[in-house]
């Protein structure tokens, strides 16, 4: 199994009757293995609007006494903070509530690589870290166990290279979980007038939870009772340290693998460190362990004389992805063992394989309507002299960045519309470039709306581009809300209805696949005052393709060698930058790639000479 699907087989075997959840990399998949198997195992499961909704929903679940689970990546965890930092006050009922965040250190398919488990310490709540694929699976029953028990949410976090690498796991039991019926919804779910004493009681809850820690089986210590070095670790890091111990050699060690990340089992990290001379941690993203492990160190006056290495004192690289190389490179440092010898070529080695590798930048997909969007953009910029901001958002259209950096900002979901809010304020302190925000449409429902109202409600003077491509596409396809396509038994929700509600000055329908006139909407819009919002209908080929549409059928796209200026053109290669499209340097001319080529026809569009046309049946 992957990491994730374990995690999904650990909620089937922990009882798990509700999962609610917003899709994120490296997250999803948890979700997605729980829906195929969801209506069998009479769970009800569903991709929420976002992930606040989703763990306000799971939360109801327990409430009323059904095991739930709220997947969600590290991002996501963001935006549910706000609930989760009341419900850990009001508890989570005697059902369980389970949150498995997945970070992304180093950021594969992140804006950041920022450490959840700070979440659990500012909530204090409970956090669990399995390091393999079997803790992930078993980590989950115990993490409802936990949940049930004191009425408190439990955080599990995972990282990239453990939700999706894979290994063997040995599965457990199923059982067949009761509850009671009819449900009935706990009492007191709310923290006034007295959120302080509902503090204090939590804070009881914790001190309970971590003495419960200090004999939890899922940590694990391996070597003497004294030893010279001890390395203390947690996550997908524990693999990390047994293996580099290996390739180090490394006498008289010990190892600390520690699960239960907060609250700290102060007693059995006491009694590990002893007197071990020098300490090691080795953990994802930033000091979490080495923090916290480090204050205790100080108020319960334990580990003597140790010395303390990690993230703080530059041992370990404080940014990220932690690996067996790194891990390697700080025992040597800790113990003082020189880095083995390279050969005196080795850089100009490693400079003659780099210049081997093709340089690819980040780009959308053959075909793919958002780069016409950008397109249209850029040539909306080059009219206006350059007085163009676009302020963007998280989906495919993230990708703007790299098309000839069409796209100036990149946050959080909603983000692009919220910054251009503001923008959209500014002439009267001197701005004179037109402001243009940029959303997908599950991204336009998961956080856009507030923004968008902010901007009528104020008469911010900025144009709103909403690419519906009817689908989520960067992380697998899952339907959402405005999805033209709905499950049987549910509504769908009307994007154009709720915009065309929120009264914009003016409000477009337009065809992405439309170059020409999605420019002309584009700078008849960004020209006028006020608020303008322009619904684009986009396609996502791979969804296309997915559904077995045949690109065959469509006539062939061929390039005119006579009309074509080649050399000093290349706007459909260079420029456009089409998928479908190769540069030949033999023939001094653009090319097309059967295999890629969508058959679109966007490149007709794009050039010029109109030497790039339809071949006829």
Wanted: net charge negative; hydrophobic share 40%; charged share 25%.
């Amino acid at each position: 199994m992957s990491g994730n699907e374990a995690f999904a087989r650990g909620a089937f075997e922990a009882g798990i009757r509700f999962c609610y959840s917003y899709p994120g990399t490296p997250s999803t998949e948890i979700t997605t293995a729980i829906m195929k198997e969801a209506e069998s195992r009479g769970i009800y499961s569903e991709w929420s609007v976002n992930e606040k909704v989703a763990l306000e929903a799971a939360a109801g679940a327990s409430w009323a006494g059904l095991p739930a689970i709220c997947p969600m990546k590290s991002l996501g965890l963001n935006v549910a903070s706000d609930f989760l930092l009341n419900l850990n006050l009001s508890g989570s009922g005697h059902g369980g509530l389970v949150i498995i965040a997945c970070d992304d250190p180093r950021g594969h398919s992140s804006s950041n690589e920022q450490d959840s488990r700070f979440y659990a310490k500012a909530a204090s709540v409970p956090l669990l870290e399995p390091s393999s694929y079997q803790e992930a699976k078993d980590i989950v029953p115990l993490a409802v166990e936990i949940s049930k028990t004191h009425e408190i949410p439990v955080i599990v976090r995972s990282t990239t290279r453990l939700s999706h690498s894979r290994g063997l796991v040995e599965l457990g039991e199923i059982n067949d979980r009761k509850w009671e019926k009819p449900l009935k919804l706990a009492g007191n779910l709310f923290n006034i007038p007295n959120p302080h004493l509902r503090h204090r009681d939590l804070l009881e809850k914790i001190d309970k939870i971590a003495e419960e820690f200090e004999s939890n089986p899922f940590n694990r210590f391996q070597g003497p009772e004294e030893p010279d070095l001890l390395t203390i670790s947690s996550g997908i890091c524990q693999k990390y340290v047994d293996e580099a111990l290996e390739i180090v050699n490394v006498q008289n060690s010990g190892r600390l693998g520690l699960v239960t990340a907060f609250p700290i089992p102060a007693g059995l990290v006491g009694r590990t460190i002893g007197e071990a001379r020098d300490v090691l941690f080795v953990e994802e993203t930033d000091p979490f362990l080495e923090i916290e492990i480090g204050a205790l160190s100080t108020v319960k006056n334990f580990g003597g004389d140790s010395r303390l290495h990690g993230k703080q004192t530059g041992v370990v690289p404080s940014y990220g992805e932690m690996n067996v190389d790194k891990t390697v490179a700080a025992l040597r440092n800790v113990l003082g063992i020189q880095p083995r010898t390279l050969d005196e070529d080795y850089e100009s080695k490693v400079e003659k394989a780099r210049q081997l590798l093709v340089p690819r930048a980040l780009t959308f997909c053959a075909g793919c309507t958002h780069r016409n969007v950008y397109w249209a953009i850029q040539k909306v910029r080059e009219r206006l002299g350059g007085n163009l901001i676009v302020a963007g958002d998280i989906g495919c259209y993230s990708l703007g960045v790299f098309y000839n950096e069409s796209m100036h900002t990149m946050h959080a979901m909603g983000s692009g519309i919220g910054v251009a809010n503001g923008l959209g304020q500014l002439e009267r302190f001197g701005l004179d470039s037109k402001v243009i925000a940029v959303a997908g449409d599950s991204t336009f429902l998961h956080a856009c709306v507030p923004a968008l109202v902010n901007a009528k409600h104020k008469k911010a003077d900025l144009t709103f581009l909403i690419l519906d491509n009817s689908t989520t596409a960067m992380t697998g396809f899952q339907k959402h809300p405005g999805s033209a396509d709905q499950d049987s038994g549910l509504e769908r929700v009307s994007i154009e209805r709720i915009v065309r509600a929120i009264e914009p000055d003016t409000v477009l329908v337009g065809d992405a696949v439309k170059i020409p006139s999605t420019v002309s909407q584009i700078e008849d819009a960004v020209q006028k005052p006020g608020l303008s919002v322009i619904i684009l209908e986009s396609i996502c080929r791979l969804e296309e393709q997915k559904s077995g549409w045949i690109y065959d059928d469509l006539p062939k796209i061929v390039i005119d060698p006579e009309a074509c200026l080649g050399e000093e053109c290349r706007i459909c290669v260079s420029e456009f930058n089409s998928m479908g499209l190769a540069w030949d340097s033999k023939l001094e001319r653009p090319v097309t790639l059967e295999h890629v080529c969508t058959r679109c026809g966007a490149c007709i569009s794009v050039c010029p000479q109109r030497a790039i046309r339809r071949s006829r049946k």
